[in-house]
């Protein structure tokens, strides 16, 4: 089975930047699709971001359109998601996996990346 690992995290102000990247463990990684989801401390794990693997499609959720742009660097076999504007709410720890047509993870999920947005 695949392993996805995350990186990236880290501690910023509001309004600024980071950039989170999730590594696969085979290069012959072809999923349906790679979505992002993040848990924010006492809340569930929510979906934030996905690209479908064919076309490079990308759908969001609401409250990070505009600000978040999820890509995929096929030279590095990365899923990357670049976080602009950020913001205190933006804090949890972030996780990537491969998802299904209803955008159901189907792997084991890591250990995830801290992101901390301080006001």
């Known amino acids: 089975q695949v392993e996805l690992e995350e990186s990236g995290g880290g501690l910023v102000q509001t309004g600024e930047s980071l950039r989170l990247s999730c590594a696969a463990s085979?290069?012959?990684?072809?999923?349906?699709?790679v979505a992002w989801f993040r848990q924010a401390p006492g809340k569930d794990r929510e979906y934030v971001a996905t690209?479908?693997?064919?076309?490079?499609?990308?759908l969001y959720t609401d409250s990070v359109k505009g600000r978040f742009t999820i890509s995929r660097d096929s030279a590095k076999n990365t899923i990357d998601l670049q976080m602009d504007n950020l913001k205190p709410e933006d804090t949890a720890v972030y996780y990537c996996n491969a998802v299904g047509s209803d955008l159901s993870a189907l792997a084991s999920w890591g250990q995830g990346t801290q992101v901390t947005v301080s006001s």
């Open positions: 085979e290069r012959t990684f072809n999923p349906y699709a």
């Open positions: 690209i479908f693997w064919s076309d490079g499609r990308t």
